[in-house]
Nanobody
Framework: QVQLVESGGGLVQVGGSLRLSCAAS????????VGWFRQAPGKEREFVGV????????NYADFAKGRFTISRDVRKNMVYLQMNSLKPEDTAVYYC???????????????WGQGTQVTVSS
């Protein structure tokens, strides 16, 4: 069984930045495609971005393009979500998910973390 753990969430001012981290409780994330999703209260879980097994293979939702960057540190067995120019609309619980392929729907990922809260104050 593989369990993921997100960290790095917290309170940030509008226009500020946060860097979220994703790690696996066992094994390594290096062998998994990792997607990032977020869910605001009363809203559907939505796709943020994804990084393939190749670190150069990334894709982002429209709202994240140009502001968010996903990267993979193979040595540390970690995946990061760098978020810049944060807006109040970015307030949500952020999740990382592990899968066997590059997917854009949450249902296609098999491993999930508990999520980390990101709150952007206006």
């Amino acid at each position: 069984q593989v369990q993921l753990v997100e960290s790095g969430g917290g309170l940030v001012q509008v226009g500020g930045s946060l860097r979220l981290s994703c790690a696996a409780s066992t094994r390594t994330l290096n062998s998994y495609v990792v997607g990032w999703f977020r869910q605001a209260p009363g809203k559907e879980r939505e796709f943020v971005g994804v990084i393939g097994l190749n670190n150069e293979n990334t894709n982002y939702a429209d709202f994240a393009k140009g502001r968010f960057t996903i990267s993979r540190d193979v040595r540390k067995n970690m995946v990061y979500l760098q978020m810049n120019s944060l807006k109040p609309e970015d307030t949500a619980v952020y999740y990382c998910a592990g899968g066997r392929g590059v997917y854009y729907l949450a249902q296609n990922y098999e491993y999930w973390g508990q999520g980390t809260q990101v709150t952007v104050s206006s």
